[in-house]
C-alpha cells in the first residue's frame, strides 16, 4: 500500500524566508505525486505534480518540487515566503492500480504560518 | 476550465435527519467522482468512489447504507447522509476526474455539515 508521511505539522517562517515542507512516500510502484493547497473552509486547489518526467517540478505561485527516488522524498519548495501563503499543505501519492479508479492517498498536512 | 461545485456550501441539520450534499463538474465530463471526509485539522480521508451509471465502491469501514452515493449523469454526484448524527459533522469534499484523464483530480470546495 501507498503511503505519504509529512513531517511537521506546523511551520512558521519569516515573510521573505525560504519554504520547505517536507513529504515522504511509500510506494511499490513509481509513484505520482501531489502537492494541494487548502484555505480555510475551502477545497483544495492544485500546485503541481509529478508524473515520471522532469523530477523538479515548478507549480504555481512560486512553489517548486523535487522528486528524488533515492530519498523517497518530494519536498516542497518556495524561495521567498508571502502571507498569502499561510494555508494547509497536502502531499499525496496516487495509487495506480491496473484496473479500477485511481485513488488519492493524503498526508497529514502542513499548516504553514507565515510571520511578519 | 474544470469547475467542481458542491451545494450546499454549508448545512446544519438534526439528528436522525438525511441531508443531500451535490457535487456538479461544471465544464467538463466526469466519469469518476470521489467522495471525502475531513475532521477538524486532520487530512481528507476517501469515503468512496462513483462512476456514473454503476453503484459505488466504498472504503473500508465506510457505511455504505449510511452513506448513500448516487453518481446519475457524467455532471453530477450525490452523497447522502441518512439518519445523521452529531459525529458525522465534518466537512465533505468531493472530487471529479475528467472523461479521458487517468489521473486528474478537480477539487469542489467542501461542504460543512454540522449535526445537532
Known amino acids: 500500500a501507498q503511503s505519504v508521511t509529512q513531517l511537521g505539522s506546523h511551520v512558521s517562517v519569516s515573510e521573505g524566508a525560504l519554504v520547505l515542507l517536507r513529504c515522504n512516500y511509500s510506494?511499490?510502484?513509481?509513484?505520482?505525486l501531489f502537492w494541494y493547497v487548502q484555505y480555510p473552509n475551502q477545497g483544495l486547489q492544485l500546485l503541481l505534480k509529478?508524473?515520471?518526467?522532469?523530477?523538479l517540478v515548478k507549480g504555481i505561485n512560486g512553489f517548486e518540487a523535487e522528486f528524488k527516488k533515492s530519498e523517497t522524498s518530494f519536498h516542497l519548495t518556495k524561495p521567498s515566503a508571502h502571507m498569502s501563503d499561510a494555508a494547509e499543505y497536502f502531499c499525496?501519492?496516487?495509487?495506480?492500480?491496473?484496473?479500477?479508479?485511481?485513488?488519492?492517498?493524503f498526508g497529514q498536512g502542513t499548516r504553514l504560518t507565515i510571520n511578519p | 476550465g474544470a469547475v467542481v461545485s458542491q451545494h450546499p456550501s454549508w448545512v446544519i441539520c438534526k439528528s436522525g435527519t438525511s441531508v443531500k450534499i451535490e457535487c456538479r463538474s461544471l465544464?467538463?465530463?466526469?466519469?469518476?467522482m470521489f467522495w471525502y471526509r475531513q475532521f477538524p485539522k486532520q487530512s481528507l480521508m476517501l469515503m468512496a468512489t462513483?462512476?456514473?451509471?454503476?453503484?459505488?465502491?466504498?472504503e473500508q469501514g465506510v457505511e455504505k447504507d449510511k452513506f448513500l452515493i448516487n453518481h446519475a449523469s457524467l455532471t453530477l454526484s450525490t452523497l447522502t447522509v441518512t439518519s445523521a448524527h452529531p459525529e458525522d459533522s465534518s466537512f465533505y469534499i468531493c472530487?471529479?476526474?475528467?472523461?479521458?484523464?487517468?489521473?486528474?483530480?478537480?477539487f469542489g470546495p467542501g461542504t460543512r455539515l454540522t449535526v445537532t
Open positions: 472530487s471529479a476526474r475528467m472523461a479521458g484523464s487517468n489521473y486528474e483530480q478537480y
Open positions: 510506494s511499490s510502484v513509481p509513484p505520482y
Open positions: 465544464d467538463f465530463q466526469a466519469t469518476t
Open positions: 499525496a501519492v496516487m495509487n495506480l492500480p491496473i484496473q479500477g479508479a485511481q485513488k488519492l492517498v
Open positions: 462513483s462512476n456514473e451509471g454503476s453503484k459505488a465502491t466504498y
Open positions: 509529478y508524473t515520471s518526467a522532469a523530477t
